[in-house]
């Protein structure tokens, strides 16, 4: 069965980094663009960033643009998000989630149980 | 960016209710719209895509309608665990958007 699996939260100062991981597991993850959502408490649903299948093509939210940068490694079933520059707007649950295009629309089919970033002096 | 209004924001019924939420979109966006519920403490779950069609899985209670810009997602017969928030989310364009949820509470 299809698993998204996050880790990499935590505490971190405003200005600094964090990397987030997903590990992917029952499906062939090379084939699927995969996307970072995140929710700030007590919030809606923010969609973050977008990896295509392949890696070529990336797009992100103008809220992390230049300082955000999505990335995967296919040989391992791994999509990861390198956060620099971290506000405390950025505070959220952050959650990988796999694309699918079906009967022309795209949506987002499996979510991973999510990670908490916690920005804070 | 195409802003997504959903209503109401939240409400309350009892279980057998017949309950409908409102979607809609800032422009046209065709049938890209898919719907999800969530839970506390839990990742969203796809329950619609393409405005109308059904993810494996979900009960037929659940439906979706709608084209253009006006958009709804009706439980046909409310159950206990339905309770829940539900959000609308564009794939016309990016950056993908999502509705600011309706939370359905117990009546």
């Known amino acids: 069965q299809v698993q998204l699996v996050e880790s990499g939260g935590g505490v971190v100062q405003p200005g600094r980094s964090l990397r987030l991981s997903c590990a992917a597991s029952?499906?062939?993850?090379?084939?699927?663009?995969m996307h970072w959502v995140r929710q700030a408490p007590g919030k809606g649903l923010e969609w973050v960033a977008v990896?295509?299948?392949?890696?070529?093509?990336?797009t992100y939210a103008d809220s992390v643009q230049g300082r955000f940068t999505i990335s995967r490694d296919n040989s391992k079933n791994t999509l990861s998000l390198q956060m620099n520059s971290l506000r405390t707007e950025d505070t959220a649950v952050y959650y990988c989630?796999?694309?699918?295009?079906?009967?022309?629309?795209?949506?987002?089919?499996?979510w991973g149980q999510g990670t908490l970033v916690t920005v804070s002096s | 960016d195409i802003q997504m209004t959903q209503s109401p924001s939240s409400l309350s019924a009892s279980v057998g209710d017949r309950v409908t939420i409102t979607c809609r979109a800032s422009?046209?966006?065709?049938?890209?719209l898919n719907w999800y519920q969530q839970k506390p403490g839990k990742a969203p779950k796809l329950l619609i895509y393409a405005a109308s069609s059904f993810q494996s899985g979900v009960p037929s209670r659940f439906s979706g309608s709608g084209s253009g810009t006006d958009f709804t997602l009706t439980i046909s017969s409310l159950q206990p665990e339905d309770f829940a928030t539900y959000y609308c989310q564009q794939s016309y364009s990016t950056p993908w958007t999502f509705g600011q949820g309706t939370k359905v509470e117990i009546k």
């Open positions: 029952g499906f062939t993850f090379s084939y699927y663009g």
């Open positions: 989630a796999r694309g699918k295009y079906s009967n022309f629309v795209y949506y987002f089919d499996y």
């Open positions: 422009q046209s966006i065709s049938t890209y």
């Open positions: 990896i295509w299948y392949d890696g070529s093509n990336k």
